[in-house]
């Protein structure tokens, strides 16, 4: 039997929460599906927020980072809290809906547990879709393996799958390392589309102008050449 958990990082999302557990709540009440909303280090009330709301959402619960040590951090700790043998995250900022975690369940239903569900982002700017464009044509030159919308989520697979990896990052290049992982393993991806809309509280904590943009670019490709590296590594090691 298959059992679903979803988990969505939050830091300092406490304008956001009462909406996110409110359709978190609702996904939890129709849905066999834990939701687990890790406070990622948050600076603001996001602990007050959640402590106030979660008594009223039985099928929500929270785990806490003290100090936040990134994204993809956050994230990982939340899956090592999670109960469900298919697991997943998404967003806190309501620019993708929790409710489309259900039609990636719908897939594995459909053809098991051996696959990933990514989102495939529609009703972006255009600059949006030109910056994701750009960086999976450069993934996949680099990694030798055809990559589009990295960063697109939900992003669900099996527990065993995410027990199987070996010192993921602890950013954002998290969504990049768990996609590529499942390529070079032979997993199928499932694509479902997801709109996208505008961030209604708060400010991303990567995407606020050119300077941080550029830096998560070059912190990508930091990353993307010591994963081939590493990768490179292992294939002769085991050789």
């Known amino acids: 039997m298959m059992t679903f958990s979803l988990v969505i990082p939050c830091y300092n999302e406490a304008g956001n929460l009462p909406s996110l557990l409110e359709r978190c709540d609702e996904l939890s009440r129709k849905w066999p599906i834990e939701v687990v909303l890790v406070d990622n280090g948050s ?14 959402c039985p099928g929500v619960r929270s785990v806490r980072v003290d100090k936040n040590r990134g994204y993809g951090f956050g994230i990982l700790t939340g899956l090592r809290s999670a109960k469900g043998n298919i697991i997943g995250w998404t967003h806190a900022d309501m ?7 259900v039609r990636g369940v719908a897939l594995f239903s459909l053809h098991g547990k051996n696959i990933m569900v990514k989102g495939r982002r529609i009703g972006r700017p255009l600059a949006d879709v030109f910056f994701t464009f750009g960086m999976s044509v450069f993934e996949t030159l680099l990694l030798k393996i055809k990559m589009n919308d990295i960063n697109a989520q939900p992003t669900m697979f099996s527990r065993e799958f995410f027990e199987s990896w070996n010192n993921p990052p602890h950013d954002f290049s998290l969504d990049l390392y768990a996609y590529y992982m499942a390529l070079k ?12 809309k ?8 990567w995407n606020v102008g050119f300077k941080s943009r550029f830096k998560f670019i070059c912190r990508t490709i930091d990353y993307s050449f010591k994963l081939k590296k590493d990768l490179k590594n292992s294939s002769s090691a085991d050789k």
């Open 43 to 56: 600076t603001d009330n996001t602990r007050q927020v959640l402590e106030m709301l979660l008594p009223g």
């Open 95 to 101: 620019q993708t809906d929790p409710f489309d975690f």
């Open 185 to 196: 393993n032979g997993i199928a991806i499932h694509r479902i589309p997801v709109s996208f």
């Open 198 to 205: 505008k961030r209604v509280h708060g400010r991303s904590s």
